[in-house]
């Protein structure tokens, strides 16, 4: 469990930081609403795999590559769930993402939050303390 935990940790710390990356040279985050697919325009913006298909394209930048859908094993951050990939904590969970939004009270941070529900696989930021207890989160 804590290296789980641990692996997490890194990949959220590595996601937000190419995220801020991304936002450099884009001048905005990736859409996303928390939801259990919320991650599907972080990875294809991230990995640079606009069509979808598993492979970065051609002339897209790669803000990080370990979003590979090829990986396997511990080294596996990305799940195919429908149609989209999205990006996947060490229980093969997806992670969850929310961009920022003025409007909305829910949100941690002001550009955006992203988390990993934990070992539990309960939570929300705005939920009760019991179920967001083992929550990994990019604000504390």
Not at 35 to 40: D, I
Not at 83 to 112: K, S
Request: hydrophobic share 30%; proline share 4%; no cysteine.
């Amino acid at each position: 469990r804590k290296a789980a935990v641990g692996r997490t940790e890194v990949l959220i710390a590595s996601v937000e930081r190419a995220l801020e990356e991304y936002n450099s040279d884009n001048s905005t985050y990736p859409e996303g609403d928390g939801s259990k697919g919320s991650t599907a325009e972080v990875y294809m913006a991230l990995y640079g795999d606009i069509d979808g298909d598993g492979k970065s394209d051609s002339g897209e930048t790669v803000y990080l590559s370990i979003l590979d859908p090829n990986l396997s094993g511990s080294k596996l951050t990305v799940e195919k769930e429908g149609d989209d990939y999205v990006i996947v904590d060490a229980w093969i969970e997806p992670l969850r993402y929310l961009r920022g939004n003025p409007v909305t009270a829910a949100q941690m941070n002001p550009d955006f939050d992203l988390w990993s529900l934990g070992v539990d696989g309960k939570g929300h930021p705005s939920g009760d303390t019991k179920s967001k207890q083992d929550d990994i989160t990019n604000w504390k």
